[in-house]
């Protein structure tokens, strides 16, 4: 693919460019050119160079490429890197000077991490080509490639010896990481049995002594021969880099750059200034209309399947299971109640319908439903959750997914319907797809995702076939493991009622293939349409598809390739309260002056606050319901600026979020078509729930982990996909892990002219081109490190001016702060809102998350970043990454730890994210939404009182926390 527009300046509508001067810099590696005189570094994605002794820095590279980890070539000429600069790391080198860049390596697969042999003639590097990282050899004059390491594991960061003839990497397996040398002349092997556990970026020095960076915890050391000589220094995990006569070394540690002597003992810190720019992203703010009593268009259509007769199709939308003909109108309701209901699957014969939904109380469970007598009842009673039904040919079966873990994970069960036996198929599988069937009930083929390494989770959504009877793991039917199915959540496949073919939704177009009775591909796959799809549907005759078209539904006749659209005619209002509220309060902290102030009335006229007065009984009016309160105190409503709204956890979960006194959330990621349902249900008050703004999938690139994850796979597909993100009124856009920089700074353009934000855990050139949020301290990066901290946490001089100078808020979303939050108040663990969550759910509450516990040594370090960026000015948006709403209560503790004050703190959750989300809301004030919460205590005096919520007020409309947690059903 050939990338255009490839320009240094940002997209239009932004202020004019300020420049900002980094002198240090987070995850940034260093080389020496060979003769000592200058430096090369890959400061925040690009390539630069500086001289040794110091000073200013030069940008010799594109600021697009995500530049990584240079080296020099042994005769000065050349620096070699890893790029990231069209969807994939390839190698590449350059002159000095920036002139003359070359593409080294090409192909789908990821290589990184380059070392140059001694004698200039080959590279060394890591890549996972082979279904596993290893090491390759590059020969520069063929450019061919050879493999080096076979064995199982992750091998890794090759370098030379002096004399070429060995290498060594790191390789790591499930049983931990340890240093390896490989013997070119013998190709044999051996263990390096004197370095320690856990040793990263190895280096031989030119005498031969073994070079290493050890991380034990928060601590991370240079180590020479053994020996370490940086303690109680943050040393980066990247390969030293010596100097030609073995004199001295360059290594990077607490954000700048060490010289250091043969011996360890430090020659200088080398003074860097690095000028970048950035801009403030302004355009005008689509708004969100709380108040206009017009219909709306529902286009939240969740789940569309046609009968077996082709005649009609189910679906679930604005809260409720509805019914349509395929010749289109109104749809008829078949549900009409406040629980959450999901996956409508036809009976073979077309007169019942299996789905699920959570009408008996607590958490869903499958249900059927006759459609002649309109009766429904409950065929399973699991502990866990069972999602995405589908019917077996024959009738007898249901096959779903039994959701038990986080993020949809979940195995593949089958329910006899007649005596209710469940049988497991698989194991908890990695957030699955939903099941379909083969024709003769043997075979249930899903879309899993195969990573391409255990070094990194991502991979491609590919099928994966399993006997229905259990009796085996399954295998994958993949006809091109670097083409993915472009979603696991509705993107398919499904099993054409004959056997033949299969459907699934490929670079955003419904394709089709044939396939033997196994599901093994025959042929290629075709594309039946030309704009974006999802979900496919298959009548009984095998050749219509029904799929939903951004925000349509349309058949297709595969045969033909005759499209017919289904006129849907489905609406809503918004469901404001009337009539007058009074909240007569005991004290009222209105996020705008840090007081609390005593004995007030909060008027409330419909869905807004009217006024808030000193207490008076004689102003009250008949007919004005009054809320007595003077034990409590009244703060604004809760913002969660970054959530991902779980369907498994069903209505319960919004509920949840109220009972917690969140009554708004942004989600920042989401199944296709979820959000949007999520918006308007919550808007229409079919469903009980905070206000919710919604996006789409994760956008990725070709590479996806998370089932909410969009496999984007070229620039035509991301612009289906921000077409349809625009045609289905998403709030925001979500950039994520492998998006490359310039499809982003395209992703910012399109979403500015919706007048939208960017969302992204970039930190540049996102601010350079315009993006408008960076998410998260850490979190998931394509490097394997993330570009805004340090090894323990800190954020450095480079990323606090980034954000400060673009105005852009932080969100940390802090991992592992919940247990000291728990240790310090220990009755909350008792609190039962908790039992409104599944049971893993509670249990990371409880006992906690093994895997967010291997970051709680990052702690203390990501805490001081938050107060520098405060400190800085940059906003901070109090955000959790999770569903589960107490994490909100800790979030906003944690700032109180890092120095912030309990009123600022309390801002971080209620007007700063209001102001990021262009919300009415977020304090207490004459005009704004009536979002409210009644605590306990007084959080301006102990932060931890939010936690204490009695009674919340969301748009205008009063709910006692008895009543928000009582049992369902």
């Known amino acids: 693919m050939t990338w255009t527009g490839m320009t240094d300046f940002p997209p239009p509508g932004g202020e004019p460019p300020v420049t900002i001067v980094a002198t240090e810099g987070s995850a940034m590696s260093v080389a020496v050119s060979p003769d000592g005189a200058t430096l090369a570094i890959d400061l925040q994605g690009a390539l630069w160079t500086l001289p040794a002794t110091g000073g200013e820095a030069t940008r010799i590279s594109d600021l697009f490429d995500d530049i990584r980890q240079p080296v020099w070539s042994p005769d000065g000429s050349r620096i070699a890197y890893f790029a990231y600069r069209e969807g994939s790391y390839h190698l590449w080198s350059v002159n000095p000077d920036g002139g003359d860049p070359q593409e080294l390596t090409s192909g789908p697969q990821d290589d990184r991490e380059p070392a140059w042999s001694p004698d200039g003639r080959a590279l060394a590097f890591a890549s996972d080509r082979a279904g596993q990282y290893d090491i390759h050899l590059l020969d520069l004059e063929s450019r061919e490639t050879r493999r080096l390491t076979h064995a199982p594991g992750e091998d890794r960061m090759p370098a030379w010896s002096a004399d070429g003839r060995r290498i060594v990497f790191r390789r790591a397996t499930a049983e931990g990481s340890r240093l390896f040398s490989l013997s070119l002349d013998s190709g044999c092997t051996t263990e390096i049995a004197d370095a320690p556990p856990g040793a990263e970026a190895p280096v031989w020095s030119p005498d031969g002594r073994l070079c290493l960076v050890h991380r034990d915890g928060a601590d991370s050391a240079l180590m020479i021969g053994g020996k370490p000589v940086s303690r109680g220094e943050d040393t980066f995990p990247f390969r030293c880099s010596w100097t030609a006569d073995g004199e001295s070394l360059f290594h990077v540690a607490d954000g700048r750059i060490r010289q250091r002597a043969k011996d360890g003992t430090l020659i200088r810190i080398v003074e860097m200034r690095a000028a970048m720019q950035v801009i403030r992203p302004h355009y005008p703010r689509r708004l969100r209309d709380w108040d206009s009593p017009e219909p709306r268009r529902a286009v939240g259509i969740l789940h569309p399947a046609i009968s077996p007769d082709g005649r009609q199709i189910a679906f679930v939308a604005l809260g409720d299971l509805h019914l349509v003909p395929v010749s289109g109108g109104v749809p008829r309701n078949l549900t009409r109640d406040s629980a959450l209901v999901a996956d409508p699957a036809w009976s073979p014969d077309g007169r019942q319908l299996a789905y699920s939904s959570d009408l008996g109380g607590g958490l869903p469970q499958l ?20 999602l995405c039904a589908a019917w077996s040919p024959d009738g007898t079966r249901i096959a779903f997914v039994d959701v038990d873990g986080r993020w949809g994970a979940g195995g593949l069960c089958v329910l006899e319907i007649e005596s209710g036996a469940i049988t497991r198929i698989s194991s908890s599988l990695e957030q699955p ?78 394709k089709v293939w044939p396939v033997a009775r196994d599901g093994t591909p025959l042929a290629p796959p075709r594309s039946v349409t030309s704009e974006v799809a999802h979900f496919p549907s298959w009548a009984g005759d095998s050749r219509t598809i029904l799929f939903q078209a951004a925000d349509r539904l349309a058949t297709i006749d595969i045969l033909t390739g005759e499209r017919r659209e289904v006129p849907l005619e489905l609406e809503y209002r918004i469901a404001n309260p009337e009539g007058r509220v009074i909240l007569h309060v005991g004290g009222l902290i209105d996020c705008v002056r840090d007081a609390t102030q005593k004995d007030k009335d909060i008027v409330i006229e419909g869905h807004r606050i009217v006024e808030i007065r000193d207490h008076d009984p004689a102003r009250h009016a008949p007919g004005d319901r009054i809320v007595e309160a003077p034990h409590l105190t009244a703060i604004p409503g809760l913002i969660d600026h970054h959530v991902h709204v779980q369907r498994d956890f069903g209505a319960d979960q919004y509920r949840a979020w109220l009972a917690y006194g969140v009554t708004t959330v942004r989600d920042t990621g989401n199944q296709v078509y979820y959000g949007a349902e999520d918006r308007e249900a919550a808007e229409a008050g079919t469903r009980l729930s905070p206000r919710i703004y919604s996006t789409g999938p994760l956008l990725e690139w070709r590479r996806v982990f998370y089932k909410m994850g969009m496999a984007i796979s070229s620039l035509a597909h991301l612009d289906r996909e921000l077409d349809r993100a625009g045609k289905l009124r998403h709030d925001l856009i979500k950039s994520y892990v492998r998006m490359p920089d310039i499809a982003q700074r395209r992703m910012v353009e399109a979403a500015h002219r919706m007048g939208i934000p960017v969302a992204t855990h970039e930190i540049y050139p996102a601010a350079f081109t315009g993006v408008d949020n960076t998410e998260h301290m850490g979190a998931s990066s394509r490097r394997g490190y993330s570009p805004k901290h ?154 931890d009182d939010t936690f204490k919520v009695r009674t919340v007020v969301l748009n205008g409309q009063v709910h006692d926390l008895e009543a928000l947690i009582a049992p369902r059903g």
């Open 367 to 386: 249900w059927i439903r006759d459609l002649e007598s309109g009766k429904a009842r409950q065929v399973t009673g699991m502990a866990t959750q069972p």
């Open 790 to 943: 340090g090894p323990t946490g800190i954020a450095y001089d480079d990323v606090i001016q980034l954000f400060a100078a673009s105005g852009r808020a932080a969100t940390p979303t802090n991992l592992c702060v919940l247990p000291a939050y728990l240790e310090r108040n220990p009755d909350y663990r008792d609190d039962p809102r908790l039992a409104l969550y599944p049971a893993w759910a509670q249990d990371s509450v409880l006992v906690g998350d093994e895997e967010e516990e291997g970051f709680r040594f990052m702690v203390p370090d990501t805490l001081r970043s938050i107060k520098a960026m405060h400190d800085a000015g940059v906003p901070i948006a109090a955000g959790t990454d999770t569903a589960i709403a107490i994490n909100l209560h800790s979030e906003i503790a944690s700032y109180v730890d890092a120095g912030l004050t309990p009123f600022e703190a309390l801002q971080a959750a209620t007007v700063t994210p209001a102001r990021q989300l262009c919300l009415d809301a977020g304090t207490l004030e004459a005009g704004r939404l009536a979002d409210i919460v009644l605590v306990e205590g007084d959080p301006r005096l102990r932060i």
């Open 433 to 510: 797809g939903g099941p379909t069937w083969s024709p003769d009930g043997r075979f249930l083929a899903i879309a899993l995702s195969r990573p391409f390494s255990d070094s990194f989770r991502e991979g491609a959504n590919q099928v994966h076939v399993f006997p229905a009877d259990g009796s085996g793991p399954g295998a994958w039917r993949i006809r091109d493991p670097h083409l993915s199915i472009d979603v696991r959540g509705g993107g398919g496949p499904a099993w054409s009622p004959d056997g033949t073919m299969m459907a699934a939704i490929q670079e955003g177009l419904l």
